[in-house]
C-alpha cells in the first residue's frame, strides 16, 4: 500500500511566537510526520468583531473574553513569518503546509509555491473561496466537519468544475469539537465519503489520544492530520485537544507499523516469518503404545503429538488399518516406511 501522508497540524499553537513556531516545526520533524502544517490568516479578514469564541475555546483561554477577534489577532503569522517558516522547514527536510481562510490567503500561499492546498471545515461551504482555489490548486485535501454528505458533494462538484479532477482531491473525515467525543467519531463515514464521492479518503482527527488516527489508517484512510502542541497546559484555544511531542511520535509510529500490517496480499497463506513454527506447533501421528511387528493399527494405537514433520493427523482414517513392518516403541513418531 502507498504511505499514509501524515499532516503534523501546528496550527496556532505556536501562540503568535516564531521561536516556538520552529519549535514546532522541530517535533514534527523529529516524529517523523510528513508534512507540517501552520494557518494563514488575518483577522480582519476571517472573523466580525462581535464573532463569538467557541465553548471549548472560551474553555481553554479563560481568559474573559468571549470574542474570536482579539484571540485570533494574537495568532496571526506575518508574510516575514511564513518566508521564515518555510525556509527553516526545507532546511530540516520536513514539507510545509498551511491553511487559508479567504481568497485573499490563497493566493498568498499560492505566490509561496504551495502545490497542495487544505480547505478546514469552515470554508466547505464558502463558494468563492473554492472556487479560486480550485483555478490555482494541483492537489486538494478537503476537511468535512459539520458537513453532510450532500454538502460533501457539493463542495466537491465546484472543484472540479473548475481546475480539479476527482483523483487531485483528498477528503477527510473530520468532527469540529475540540476535543471529540468518541461516540461522536463515526469513523464509519469515512468509508462513506469514498463511496459515495469516489475519492481518495483519510481522517483529520480532534480526539484525545492516539487511537483514532491509527484505527482510520487500518480503515483505509491515505491522510491523517492530528494537531500537536509543545504542551497541552499552554494558554491557546487547541492546546488542550492537541498531542505532545512524545504521544505525536507514538502516533507516527504507530501508523507506519499499521501500514505494514495491512500491506500485505490478501492471500492467506503461511508467511515467511511463520513457515519455521509449523512443524513445532502442529502435531503428527505418533503411537500412544508400543507395537510389534505385524500389529495393524487400531485408533486406540495412535495419539496426535508434536513435532508436525511426521504423518499428519488428517491422514488419520488412512493409518487406521495399516500394519506395521516392524516392532515400534511408544510415542514412536510414525512415518510411511513404517506402515504397509
Known amino acids: 500500500m502507498s504511505k499514509t501522508i501524515i499532516i503534523a497540524e501546528a496550527g496556532v499553537n505556536h501562540n503568535g511566537d516564531l521561536r516556538k513556531a520552529k519549535a514546532l516545526i522541530d517535533v514534527a520533524f523529529e516524529a517523523g510526520a510528513d508534512f507540517v502544517k501552520f494557518q494563514s490568516f488575518k483577522a480582519d479578514k476571517l472573523v466580525s468583531r462581535s464573532a463569538k469564541k467557541a465553548d471549548y475555546q472560551i ?42 481562510f479567504d481568497v485573499d490567503g490563497i493566493d498568498y500561499l499560492n505566490d509561496l509555491g504551495l502545490e497542495l492546498f487544505k480547505i478546514p471545515s469552515g470554508e466547505i461551504t464558502n463558494y468563492p473561496y473554492l472556487k479560486r482555489l480550485a483555478r490555482i490548486a494541483k492537489r486538494v485535501i478537503l476537511s468535512t466537519g459539520m458537513s453532510t454528505i450532500e454538502e ?57 489520544g492516539i487511537e483514532v488516527p ?60 511463520e513457515l519455521k513454527n509449523i512443524s513445532i506447533a502442529r502435531k503428527s501421528i505418533h503411537l500412544a503404545r508400543g507395537v510389534k ?29 495399516k500394519v506395521v513392518v516392524h516392532e515400534l516403541n511408544q510415542y514412536h513418531k510414525l512415518t510411511e516406511a513404517d506402515l504397509k
Open 59 to 100: 474553555s481553554n483561554m479563560k481568559d474573559g473574553d468571549d470574542g474570536q477577534y482579539e484571540m485570533l489577532k494574537k495568532l496571526e503569522l506575518s508574510e516575514g513569518d511564513h518566508i521564515e517558516l518555510i525556509e527553516y522547514c526545507n532546511k530540516k527536510g520536513i514539507k510545509f503546509l498551511s491553511t487559508a
Open 293 to 321: 511387528k505385524g500389529k495393524v493399527l487400531e485408533e486406540s494405537d495412535l495419539i496426535p503429538l508434536r513435532p508436525g514433520d511426521g504423518i499428519n493427523p488428517m491422514d488419520w482414517e488412512r493409518v487406521v488399518g
Open 214 to 273: 491509527v484505527a482510520a489508517v487500518a480503515l483505509g484512510a491515505t491522510v491523517i492530520e492530528k494537531h500537536f502542541t509543545l504542551d497541552r497546559s499552554m494558554e491557546g484555544p487547541d492546546h488542550a485537544a492537541s498531542l505532545e511531542p512524545d504521544e505525536l511520535l507514538e502516533m507516527v509510529k504507530a501508523i507506519r507499523n499499521i501500514e505494514k500490517a495491512i500491506g500485505g496480499t490478501g492471500k492467506k497463506e503461511p508467511s515467511l516469518s
Open 152 to 208: 460533501i458533494k457539493a463542495a466537491i462538484q465546484v472543484l472540479v468544475s473548475e481546475n480539479l479532477e476527482l483523483n487531485d482531491i483528498t477528503v477527510l473525515h473530520c468532527n469540529t469539537e475540540y476535543p471529540t467525543p468518541y461516540s461522536d467519531v463515526n469513523l464509519k463515514a469515512m468509508k462513506t465519503i469514498g463511496y459515495e464521492c469516489k475519492v481518495r479518503i483519510g481522517y483529520s482527527d480532534h480526539t484525545l
